[in-house]
């Protein structure tokens, strides 16, 4: 870890050496890992602004240890960090998401601070820390961020008539710009890998998932998961409006596991919110707490209602072999037969953890130290899990289903 920062700390590095360093540790990591051999190796990507860099970490770890996701689905920036994957061949990946958040977290108007500077700021005392990533977030709403997103100039009244699409304090026009010079949606809707995003329809209420199995995906599909309002407008797709799938739920985690046929599955699960945390005690944090239950999505209730639903159609399968022959063609039979499955699930929970100087801003406070951290975070924590002996195995409980995670797991 210290080579890494190391490297992203220089005062004189440009973005192309960070990315040519990243790039080198990966192809100097460990041997890829045998997995068994699961049918589906998914990536769940979870919504959450600026702390999105946490799952271009976990992604860094997955590609050392050679574990090649076939499917990967986002909602919000983690739609956008699923385009940066599926969108490059898998030897560029790292280096794409590098450059992604190395322009994401430059201030779209005036200059960022050389990274030297920035770092001596972020790395003071726990008071000069918070007051600089506190002016870096103000800094995110006054200017926006460089390929993402800026001030609508002049902003809109609240009561003027325009369109839906101009109706937000923000333009992410420079994002559909970074993302069509950073991925190949050729490559993305090759097939190579299945991409699910999800959005919801402004006009209907309904969540919409578009899937490159069905849809021909453009940039503002992606763009459209992440149209989170009022900061940003609606996007419009086939003369639909679609707001960020987060407003509704903000894991795809239900789209992976419940999907037909059923398949052997081993899902990574990033969560940029943790549902558990710290009763708040003053205004500030209530704020943050509130983002922190609302965006979680109930990630815990979600894994645990879909491990008990496939516990019955492991245990329904069971059932049935007990059942003679000549009775199989019962009706009954026919249908328990629909209904069960043999198939097991392995979920990697990689939640990221609050530290104790993200503030309630941290969704949108996009410093280039804070961004390094949360990428950190993520490295280290699929690095550890992966390390743990057993949890690749398919899981052979009455379920067929489990879970781990490193914070709750830790031997």
């Known amino acids: 870890m210290g080579e890494r920062k190391a490297g992203r700390v220089r005062a004189s590095a ?50 050392e240890a050679g574990i090649v996701p076939n499917w990967i689905a986002g909602i919000s920036i983690g739609a956008i960090n699923t385009a940066l994957i599926a969108g490059n ?8 998401l590098k450059a992604f958040w190395d322009t994401v977290c430059q201030p779209a108007y005036g200059f960022a601070l050389p990274p030297a500077v920035e770092h001596a700021f972020f790395d003071s005392s726990a008071p000069v820390r918070t007051a600089f990533t506190t002016m870096q977030a103000l800094s995110a709403i006054v200017d926006g961020q460089k390929g993402f997103f800026v001030p609508r100039v002049p902003p809109p009244l609240p009561f003027t008539q325009g369109t839906p699409s101009t109706a937000s304090w923000y333009d992410t026009a420079p994002l559909k710009s970074t993302l069509e010079r950073l991925c190949d949606f050729d490559r993305i809707n090759s097939g190579e890998t299945r991409v699910s995003i999800a959005a919801v329809n402004v006009g209907t209420g309904n969540f919409a998932y578009f899937d490159n ?6 940039a ?25 799938g987060g407003l509704m739920s903000n894991t795809p985690l239900s789209e992976v596991v419940q999907s037909t046929p059923r398949r052997d599955t081993l899902a990574f699960q990033v969560d940029l919110w943790s549902a558990r945390g710290p009763v708040p005690t003053n205004l500030t944090d209530v704020q943050g707490r509130m983002k922190d239950i609302q965006y979680s ?50 979920v990697f929970q990689l939640i ?23 990428w950190d975070c993520g490295l280290r924590d699929i690095r550890d899990s992966l390390a743990q002996p057993g949890w690749l195995d398919m899981p052979d409980n009455d379920a067929g289903f489990t ?4 914070h709750r797991d830790r031997p």
């Open 220 to 244: 503002e599909h992606f763009i459209a998961s992440g149209s989170l309002p009022p900061g940003f407008a609606a996007t419009e797709i086939d003369g639909e409006y679609y707001w960020d």
């Open 297 to 346: 999505s109930r990630t815990r209730l979600v894994t645990d209602m879909l491990q008990h639903s496939q516990r019955f159609r492991h245990v329904l399968r069971e059932v049935l072999t007990r059942v003679a022959p000549e009775n199989r063609d019962d009706p009954w039979c026919k249908l328990a037969e629909e209904l069960s499955s043999s198939h097991r699930y392995n």
């Open 352 to 374: 990221y953890r609050d530290k104790e100087f993200d503030g309630n801003y941290k969704d949108y406070q996009f410093g280039f130290s804070t961004m390094n951290s949360h």
């Open 213 to 218: 199995q069905h849809t021909k995906l453009r």
């Open 14 to 63: 440009t973005v192309a050496e960070t990315v040519g360093h990243t790039a080198s540790r990966a192809a100097s990591a460990a041997p890829a890992l045998a997995l068994p051999p699961y049918q589906t190796v998914a990536l769940v990507l979870q919504g959450g602004g600026a702390l999105g860099a946490y799952q271009a970490g976990v992604y860094e770890g997955l590609h």
């Open 89 to 96: 061949a898998p030897e560029h990946r790292v280096a794409k």
């Open 403 to 406: 879970t781990h995670d490193i």
